[in-house]
């Protein structure tokens, strides 16, 4: 059973169609990528399988529960990471983590914190407040939050947007990291030349629609191209010459 399975979802925004029946599958333990421009519709589709909006039409199955029917149990084997997500700016990293597991979990609280500590890898300054933090630092707290609870599903809306190379390293080594345990991670990012090397497969999207998808390797070979950034360019070219 794959993890995700998405048939010819549909999402709209009044008359607007920002996901135009898209398909997809997720296996176990494989990083999935949602890969294309800004306003491509990768939010979108991340937030609907995070049960966040109602989808208009098609299915959306993680490990056998219906979207439609069973969005409370999806909720619970899930964690989902905004690109814009935040923590309170007043407590220690520490703090935080222990709030959230407070807040959402009433069994295991401490154990699940020292899991987020571990996960973010923030050494001595986990007892900073969060103010004091950079970008970065804040960035790997809120993974370490979204990961601690171990999801068989980690959604990720552009994990390492704005960072820098280091600390982007440090992102993605710790979804390598927890992808290799068995989490299955979806993410999505306008950065292709980085998911050419974190992802397993990627599907390419642009205005709402699938255009390809597959191994990026095998993407690579089957367009005679360098790297991801090439092979997408290519695909929306020819998409737009067959309209």
């Not at 390293?169 to 974190?198: D, P, Y």
Request: hydrophobic share 40%; net charge positive.
């Amino acid at each position: 059973m794959a993890t995700v399975e998405v048939n010819n979802l549909i999402k709209k925004y009044g008359p607007f169609e920002a996901v135009k029946k898209i398909s997809f599958e997720i296996n176990k333990g494989e990083i999935f990528g949602l890969i294309g421009p800004n306003g491509a519709g990768k939010t979108t589709t991340l937030r609907v399988i995070s049960t966040l909006l109602q989808i208009n039409s098609g299915e959306v199955n993680i490990l056998g529960y219906d979207l439609k029917k069973q969005p409370d149990e999806i909720r619970k084997i899930i964690s989902y990471l905004p690109e814009d997500a935040g923590a309170y700016k007043t407590l220690t990293g520490r703090a935080y983590l222990k709030f959230i597991a407070k807040f959402f979990y009433e069994k295991n609280t401490n154990e699940m914190m020292e899991r987020g500590i571990k996960i973010a890898d923030l050494d001595s300054r986990i007892d900073d407040k969060v103010d004091t933090y950079s970008k970065g630092m804040k960035r790997r707290l809120l993974v370490g939050r979204a990961l601690m609870t171990e999801p068989k599903l980690a959604i990720l809306d552009e994990p390492t947007s704005g960072l820098d190379v280091i600390n982007a390293q440090e992102i993605r080594k710790i979804i390598k990291n927890i992808a290799a345990k068995g989490t299955t991670i979806l993410l999505s990012s306008h950065n292709m030349l980085e998911v050419e090397f974190l992802c397993d497969r990627i599907a390419l999207i642009d205005n709402g629609i699938i255009i390809e998808k597959g191994k990026p390797k095998d993407l690579m070979k089957k367009y005679n191209s360098n790297n991801i950034e090439e092979v997408f360019a290519k695909v929306v070219k020819w998409a737009n010459l067959e309209i």
